[in-house]
């Protein structure tokens, strides 16, 4: 069973830096995927940038040069680092991750993954 629990979310000024980071726990097939998503007030959920077991990375165009995605392979955390926040970067922040599957599903947009976390709020105020 995969878990999924975000943390590093908070208050933060325009212009201003967060690392989220996201630990997972029952992952156990040698592919996996895991991404960050966020929802905003009255928005849908949209992808925000996914990691593979091999580091490979894929980000929104909206979002690309202001954040990275990385990963501790052995402890299996996700990290987020966000750049440069904005006050339309508020939402809550989604940790999901999906294991086992073959394909380029991982480097889509909006990929469908099975597993994710409660979210943390990010709240950007100028």
């Known amino acids: 069973q995969v878990q999924l629990v975000e943390s590093g979310g908070g208050s933060v000024q325009a212009g201003g830096a967060l690392r989220l980071s996201c630990a997972a726990s029952g992952i156990t097939y040698s592919r996996y995927c895991m991404g960050w998503f966020r929802q905003g007030p009255g928005k849908e959920r949209e992808g925000v940038a996914t990691?593979?077991?091999?580091?490979?990375?894929t980000y929104a165009d909206s979002m690309a040069g202001r954040v990275t995605v990385s990963q501790d392979n052995a402890k299996k955390i996700l990290y987020l680092e966000i750049n440069s926040l904005k006050p339309e970067d508020s939402a809550i922040y989604y940790c999901a991750a999906d294991e086992g599957r073959v394909g380029d599903y991982c480097y889509q947009r909006n990929p469908y993954l099975a597993y994710w976390g409660q979210g943390t709020q990010v709240t950007v105020s100028s």
């Open positions: 990691i593979d077991q091999d580091g490979v990375t």
